[in-house]
């Protein structure tokens, strides 16, 4: 903890006049934290509906693609280096009331499959982690993105609590690059690229937290425990680049719970409009 306490607590203090049920009650009371789709709270500021296009980068399968689709009528190409994730969000949405609006392409940040302005709106969702070079990815985006456009960004960045052995071994497990940790080499890259910075929300650990009050999440704390007792007998069973990936995953969530890592959300528009 970095926390600056006035010295440390005595034993007198730990043990002493103080009730630890009420404490324990303080913490079971809800922040009210907001849910990882008020993302689409933000899309629905822009203005985005039922004419527009937009490009998701990075969108594995297309699930935000076609909750975009169903949510404001849009259409969206939803932009993925894996051929898995394009073949599976194929089926996914062929099956989807909505999927008719949504166009699965291969292809990459560096090299988008689509002509220029094509997109009145750009979503990056945890994705921008993966990318060596952002001056390369963020050109590319200002090259599709049609005047007056808008690009949103979601990405979970470092915070000072994050040790860098954490972070080498966070990042190599799960295919991240460690610059793109940094808020500030982002935002250095995104006025370099033209852009600016219309929005920022520091969402910190708010959708972590939604999703454990939801009961949605893995019990991530149980999985690292498991992963770390059972090595062996896992990376066997899983193969070692899952076994790191499921590692990683979970710290990911951890880190965010405990303020190693804070995700934010970013409205970028071209500098000077
Ligand atoms: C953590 S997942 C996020 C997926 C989705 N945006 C979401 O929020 O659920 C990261 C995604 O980035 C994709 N990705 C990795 N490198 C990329 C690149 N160079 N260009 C575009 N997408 C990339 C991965 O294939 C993966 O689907």
Not at 35 to 62: H, K, N, Q, W
Not at 228 to 244: F, I, S, T
């Amino acid at each position: 903890m970095n926390e600056a306490w006035s010295g440390p607590v005595t034993v007198q203090e730990m043990y002493g006049d103080w009730d630890y049920e009420s404490a324990v009650a303080a913490l079971d009371r809800s922040l009210s934290p907001r849910p990882a789709a008020s993302i689409f709270e933000v899309v629905e500021s822009l203005g985005v509906g039922a004419g527009d296009v937009v490009l998701d980068i990075g969108g594995r399968e297309g699930g935000d693609g076609l909750a975009m689709a169903e949510r404001f009528g849009c259409r969206v190409v939803s932009v993925d280096p894996v051929t898995a994730n394009i073949e599976r969000g194929r089926e996914i949405a062929g099956e989807h009331e909505y999927g008719h609006l949504v166009d699965l392409q291969l292809g990459s940040i560096e090299q988008i499959p689509a002509a220029d302005a094509a997109f009145q709106m750009i979503f990056s969702r945890d994705m921008l982690g993966h990318i060596e070079d952002l001056d390369i990815a963020l050109d590319e985006c200002g090259r599709v993105l049609a005047e007056g456009g808008h690009m949103l960004i979601h990405e979970v960045f470092a915070t000072d609590l994050l040790e860098p052995e954490e972070a080498r071994h966070l990042c190599a497990d799960s295919a991240t690059v460690p610059d793109r940790m940094s808020v500030a080499i982002f935002e250095a890259a995104v006025a370099t690229a033209g852009f600016e910075v219309a929005s920022l929300d520091v969402v910190g650990s708010e959708w972590s937290e939604a999703s454990q009050e939801a009961g949605r999440a893995p019990n991530y704390m149980l999985q690292v425990a498991r992963l770390r007792r059972a090595k062996q007998q896992l990376v066997e069973e899983l193969g070692e680049a899952p076994y790191r990936a499921m590692y990683a995953n979970a710290l990911w969530s951890i880190y965010q719970m405990i303020g190693k890592l804070e995700s934010r959300v970013y409205v970028l528009r071209r500098a000077g409009t």
